[in-house]
């Protein structure tokens, strides 16, 4: 059995990651482990120890954080170096641009299905939310579009349900993701 350890920067992404992973893995032959850190300072502050400790045979390593304000390759580099100071540097790092709630603008579908709240799919045409990896505050403008409605972690569980996992999300991080562990995958299976 394989074990994918994913190294997650809040309770958030673990909701998204739990109701989407099984949605497109081949759950009968993984173990899914998460490891949530309070916040982006704690997960780089204790990254490196926690991996390293990890014990688990054939074990593989996905790190995801948002970026917020600064700089992804700046983040994506500073998070490569601590798991190559863990000696895991075939680790997959990934970093979602600006915030995960990018991932659900880039399917507003998902979002107006899984909320239940009408009139927001429409809104994709936008050209504010055609690209958007490159919203300032993704979080803002999905509590704005939803009225209030979505709430992080409850709203994370709901959406990723409905997700599309087949190319159809705008958001170009969302797709690295996808990819990154669709491989990630493939190649401990092999």
Known sequence: MITLVFFLEELSAK?????????FLPMDRLLLRFVVFEGK????????RRMRLWRTPNSYF????????????????????????????AALVRVACRELESWYIGDLEAVEVALGVTGIAKRRRREKYRIPDRLASPSRELKELTGGVYQKVQGSRAISRHLGVHGTNASQSFGAFLAGVKRVVRQALE
């Open 62 to 89: 996905i790190v995801l954080r948002d970026q917020d304000s600064s700089d992804c390759k700046d983040v994506k580099r500073r998070l490569v170096e601590l798991c190559r100071e863990a000696r895991h540097p």
């Open 15 to 23: 909701a998204l990651l739990e109701g989407l992973l099984p949605r």
């Open 41 to 48: 300072q704690d997960m780089e502050k204790q990254l490196a």
